[in-house]
């Protein structure tokens, strides 16, 4: 008999077995994946720990595949006629790397055909099935088991069929069963009067299918189609289900569309009880040289009498173009009908407390010389604040590599030509030219790092203004130079850590900058903002975002790092320190806009601190501390302990501070963790709590129940409604809660991934949850 016939067999049982491809085989990915990983269809879940591998004999560990004999080993052998073989007792029938035993067979010249009762048993490398009988055709290349049981030897998954035959156009298996659940549990099964699977085009189809949860007939399928290899397949995916008080019932049913290989499509109606009903549609495609997704969300009127937002919409665009080897093309845009849309409504591309939505368009050249980006690229700014300059275009330009000129001094140049705009602003339009070339002298040996470097910024300015300032100009040039000096040491010692051999390194550092005053009140804000002082902030050479302001300084920055790996070169400890020296006080300011108060000025004096602890396999502690050493007073610090014994355990107890987000001092204390109660239980919570106002900010509470083969979640939040309009600390409005409640059924291996992972429940709030970080992550 051939092995194709066999082997056709098994492939084709063993993808026909599998309606996770057809349920959920599309499902979607976040926005962070590549789409290439979007496209292509999700392998069957791994073999759980619960579901114990199949007894195997050891002869399948000596059998080859590429050996084409047929063996039949028998205690007795009787041929009749020179026609007819028999054999009897034991035997074995072994064909490359598959193998039958019976109790007898019998083999037919005449009728071209092969015969065994008595109990079978077939193995392969994926799949066991002990039937009453088996039967080849060999001249219809065809093969018949009846009472057939099967399961996967590496793989989840087992089932019954009255009569299995496959030939050359497929696979049937009638009265059929599949489950992934082990001997003994009952958790879910899919029964079906008949499964046919195609060998040439990969569809199946089932007919009369019934999905049973401890033996309860729950969902009636009359048929059904699913791919039984990596295709695709249009239909209908798991529906996603909750309520919530701004939105009552929340249901979504999403519909795939399988359109071609290269780009397919869901539609997914949303029914929101209190809103109304909502079309969300995603367009995914990728080819050779362009990849992307086109998303839009509709509401045609919501339903909410507490405001008259009529139709309401969400609109994003992702595409990126390699071109080839030099050029690149992204665009990256999202556009909203109003506002509160995010936060009223949610969305699966932007986060309910996103403030801003960011829009741009580039097409970089990445030259042996030159690297340039031309970009067009604008924000969005949600809620009750000033419009943002958009920069229509930007253009940047700088040398790709260094230009040697002897002595181990190089030359370095960059450039930037920007249009802004914005009508709502005193300056409307404004020009800005910048050049900057530079001359650097490296020096690096593996202890010691040093660079010299110069600089001349050369900025001009051509501001289109609405009314006549008696602060802006409409031309303005601006040059100053920029002298820096950076040194760093690199040491390192053998030492212990908690008894064990260890190496420690000491990595202090210096920088002197010096750029001279220039005063720049006369020049608008266009797309500049104050950056963070971290501890690597320190040694950055400009404080400021964009050209806007370029603060003055001779400073004097020191700083430190320690660190600690152990013998598996995992960090286990990573102190940092730095502190900036003004050796001159600095004059320059940084208007919350032209002509009003300043913020936070640029000369003050920040120590900043930040350090990692991770002295024993389960546990970490992170910190970091920013303050002025001028005023004595604490400009930002945060800490966490985390506990991760794995992803069924973990524990986080956090605190953040900061004396300016948005003119307003925040102060938050917040605690999540996940921890196993019972046999396949699992609680998660969190909670985060606004200190200086004494409230709650969000709250959640769920509990899982995760079995080898099903499992199901239920997750409850309350959280305050976000008011963008609204300050922080406006108590003359007082908050609104919002609560919520999320139910989430998966039959493992129909329609859904192999299970659930807790972290996802810890990371979709508002904070979320985030991994300690460290060097070797």
């Known amino acids: 008999m051939k092995r194709t016939l066999l082997n056709q067999w098994l492939l084709l049982a063993f993808a026909s077995t599998s309606p996770a491809i057809w349920a959920d085989g599309t499902s979607q990915v976040e926005s962070t994946q590549q789409v290439e990983d979007a496209l292509r269809v999700e392998d069957s879940a791994p073999l759980q720990l619960c579901y114990p591998k199949a007894d195997i004999p050891a002869i399948m560990a000596t059998l080859d595949k590429n050996d084409d004999q047929l063996r039949i080993d028998s205690k007795n052998a009787e041929l009749i006629d020179n026609q007819t073989a028999e054999f009897t007792g034991p035997l074995q029938l072994t064909y490359r790397d598959t193998l039958l035993t019976a109790p007898m067979a019998r083999v037919s010249k005449i009728d071209q055909s092969m015969f065994a009762d008595g109990g079978i048993s077939y193995y392969s490398s994926a799949l066991k099935v002990s039937s009453s009988s088996f039967s080849a055709n060999l001249a219809e290349n065809k093969v018949t088991m009846r009472d057939a049981e099967y399961r996967?030897?590496?793989?989840?998954?087992?089932?019954?069929?009255?009569?299995?035959?496959?030939?050359?156009?497929?696979?049937?298996?009638?009265?059929?069963?599949?489950?992934?659940?082990?001997?003994?549990?009952?958790?879910?099964?899919?029964?079906?009067?008949?499964?046919?699977?195609?060998?040439?085009?990969?569809?199946?189809?089932?007919?009369?299918?019934?999905?049973?949860?401890?033996?309860?007939?729950?969902?009636?399928?009359?048929?059904?189609?699913?791919?039984?290899?990596?295709?695709?397949?249009?239909?209908?995916?798991?529906?996603?289900?909750?309520?919530?008080?701004?939105?009552?019932?929340?249901?979504?049913?999403?519909?795939?569309?399988?359109?071609?290989?290269?780009?397919?499509?869901?539609?997914?109606?949303?029914?929101?009880?209190?809103?109304?009903?909502?079309?969300?549609?995603?367009?995914?495609?990728?080819?050779?040289?362009?990849?992307?997704?086109?998303?839009?969300?509709?509401?045609?009127?919501?339903?909410?009498?507490?405001?008259?937002?009529?139709?309401?919409?969400?609109?994003?665009?992702?595409?990126?173009?390699?071109?080839?080897?030099?050029?690149?093309?992204?665009?990256?845009?999202?556009?909203?009908?109003?506002?509160?849309?995010?936060?009223?409504?949610g969305s699966d591309i932007n986060n309910q407390s996103d403030t801003q939505l960011y829009r741009q368009a580039t097409l970089s050249y990445y030259g042996d010389y030159v690297r340039s980006d031309l970009q067009m690229q604008g924000f969005e700014i949600l809620g009750n604040y000033s419009e943002a300059y958009a920069a229509l275009p930007q253009l940047n330009?700088?040398?790709?590599?260094?230009?040697?000129?002897?002595?181990?001094?190089?030359?370095?140049?960059?450039?930037?030509?920007?249009?802004?705009?914005?009508?709502?602003?005193?300056?409307?339009?404004?020009?800005?030219?910048?050049?900057?070339?530079?001359?650097?002298?490296?020096?690096?040996?593996?202890?010691?790092?040093?660079?010299?470097?110069?600089?001349?910024?050369?900025?001009?300015?051509?501001?289109?203004?609405?009314?006549?300032?008696?602060?802006?100009?409409?031309?303005?040039?601006?040059?100053?130079?920029?002298?820096?000096?950076?040194?760093?040491?690199?040491?390192?010692?053998?030492?212990?850590?908690?008894?064990?051999?260890?190496?420690?390194?000491?990595?202090?550092?210096?920088?002197?900058?010096?750029?001279?005053?220039?005063?720049?009140?006369?020049?608008?804000?266009?797309d500049t903002a104050r950056l963070q002082d971290d501890y690597y902030g320190l040694f950055r050479q400009n404080r400021y975002s964009g050209l806007d302001r370029i603060n003055d300084t001779n400073q004097l920055t020191l700083g430190w790092t320690t660190r600690v790996y152990d013998q598996r070169d995992t960090e286990r400890f990573r102190f940092s320190m730095g502190q900036i020296l003004f050796l001159d006080e600095a004059k320059t300011e940084f208007e919350i806009a032209p002509g009003?108060?300043?913020?936070?000025?640029?000369?003050?004096?920040?120590?900043?601190?930040?350090?990692?602890?991770?002295?024993?396999?389960?546990?970490?502690?992170?910190?970091?501390?920013?303050?002025?050493s001028e005023t004595k007073r604490m400009v930002k610090s945060s800490v966490s302990l985390d506990y991760r014994a794995d992803d069924k355990k973990i524990f986080q107890l956090n605190h953040r501070y900061s004396r300016d987000v948005s003119s307003n001092e925040i102060a938050q204390l917040g605690a999540l963790g996940t921890l196993p109660i019972a046999d396949k239980w699992q609680a998660v919570a969190s909670y985060y709590r606004d200190i200086n106002n004494h409230r709650m900010i969000e709250a959640n509470v769920g509990f899982q129940y995760e079995s080898c083969c099903w499992a199901i979640r239920l997750v409850a939040r309350r959280q305050i409604e976000t008011n963008l309009d609204l300050a922080i600390d406006n108590f003359a409005h007082p908050v609104k809660l919002d609560s919520g409640i999320a139910l989430r059924f998966v039959l493992k291996g129909f329609g859904d991934s192999a299970g659930f992972d807790v972290s996802d429940m810890l990371s979709s709030g508002i904070f979320g949850y985030r991994r300690p970080y460290l060097l070797n992550n």
């Open 397 to 526: 330009l700088s040398s790709s590599k260094p230009l040697e000129l002897g002595g181990g001094l190089q030359f370095l140049w960059s450039g930037q030509y920007a249009h802004f705009n914005n009508d709502s602003q005193l300056v409307k339009a404004a020009d800005r030219l910048h050049l900057e070339p530079t001359l650097r002298l490296p020096y690096n040996t593996a202890a010691l790092e040093l660079l010299f470097e110069g600089s001349l910024l050369q900025t001009y300015y051509q501001q289109d203004l609405q009314l006549p300032s008696a602060v802006l100009d409409k031309s303005i040039q601006r040059s100053m130079p920029k002298l820096s000096m950076n040194g760093k040491l690199n040491f390192e010692r053998d030492t212990s850590w908690f008894g064990a051999n260890s190496l420690q390194t000491l990595e202090p550092q210096i920088q002197y900058l010096y750029i001279p005053y220039r005063d720049q009140r006369n020049i608008g804000l266009f």
């Open 596 to 628: 009003q108060a300043p913020a936070i000025a640029a000369t003050e004096s920040i120590f900043a601190a930040e350090t990692l602890l991770h002295w024993q396999q389960r546990w970490f502690l992170n910190g970091g501390v920013q303050y002025d």
């Open 152 to 345: 996967f030897v590496s793989q989840a998954g087992r089932g019954y069929a009255s009569e299995m035959s496959a030939s050359d156009q497929g696979v049937v298996l009638n009265q059929a069963t599949f489950s992934t659940c082990p001997e003994g549990d009952n958790g879910w099964a899919l029964a079906a009067d008949k499964i046919s699977i195609n060998a040439e085009d990969g569809w199946g189809e089932a007919w009369g299918s019934v999905v049973k949860i401890k033996d309860i007939p729950v969902l009636y399928l009359p048929y059904m189609t699913y791919p039984v290899n990596d295709k695709r397949k249009t239909g209908v995916l798991f529906p996603k289900i909750g309520s919530s008080q701004k939105l009552g019932l929340d249901v979504e049913v999403p519909y795939y569309l399988n359109l071609a290989d290269n780009y397919d499509a869901t539609l997914t109606p949303r029914y929101m009880s209190q809103r109304g009903t909502q079309l969300k549609s995603e367009f995914r495609y990728l080819t050779s040289q362009h990849q992307g997704s086109l998303y839009l969300e509709y509401l045609n009127k919501d339903q909410d009498k507490a405001a008259d937002f009529g139709k309401r919409y969400l609109s994003h665009i992702s595409h990126v173009a390699d071109f080839n080897d030099r050029w690149r093309a992204t665009v990256d845009f999202t556009d909203i009908s109003d506002d509160s849309y995010l936060t009223e409504l």
